[in-house]
């Protein structure tokens, strides 16, 4: 009877203990929303990219857009791109996908200021992280959204007011 109790207990704790799967990979977070323009209707989506990965670093990553972008017919398409310090982006598959390269994002780094510009509403891609030696590590969904809340800095009234003068 004991045994029995024990592995119930274990099995218990194993399916009972939180996993945050979300923390062990690498991600994009949403960190800006800019209109350029309403004619042509084009937005500048900026983002972060975090480590979550628990042993490799981070190499070149990239988003692909949906088939119909290489037909012509997808509004979501990037239309250019751009890389914080230290970090390059490039227009690849006939300049369909945005590829970023550079240094490392270590274990547990994040990085910001990473951006692309589309057409003006919400789009979501395949996001494909690699390590620095082109192996592959991570692919998931990620959407960018028009109204996506965004931190905001702490700051004092006095120096708030001071803004306005």
């Not at 045994?3 to 960190?31: G, K, N, S, W, Y």
């Not at 227009?91 to 994040?110: F, H, K, L, N, T």
Request: hydrophobic share 40%.
């Amino acid at each position: 009877m004991k045994p029995l109790v024990t592995l119930l207990a274990l099995a218990f704790l194993v399916v009972c203990t939180p996993h945050d799967a979300e923390a062990q990979h690498p991600r994009m977070i949403q960190t800006a929303c800019d209109t350029l323009s309403h004619d042509p209707p084009l937005v500048r989506f900026t983002f972060a990219v975090e480590n979550g990965d628990s042993q490799t670093a981070v190499g070149p990553f990239r988003l692909e857009p949906g088939g119909q972008c290489f037909s012509g017919s997808d509004s979501c398409c990037i239309r250019e791109c751009a890389a914080p310090t230290s970090w390059y982006c490039m227009m690849i598959y006939g300049g369909e996908v945005p590829q970023w390269s550079g240094s490392d994002i270590a274990v547990g780094e994040r990085i910001d200021g990473f951006s692309f510009v589309t057409d003006l509403h919400p789009c979501c891609y395949q996001a494909q992280f690699f390590a620095s030696n082109a192996a592959f590590l991570w692919e998931e969904s990620v959407c960018f959204t028009l109204d996506q809340p965004v931190t905001a800095r702490a700051v004092s009234w006095g120096s708030l007011k001071a803004i306005y003068r």
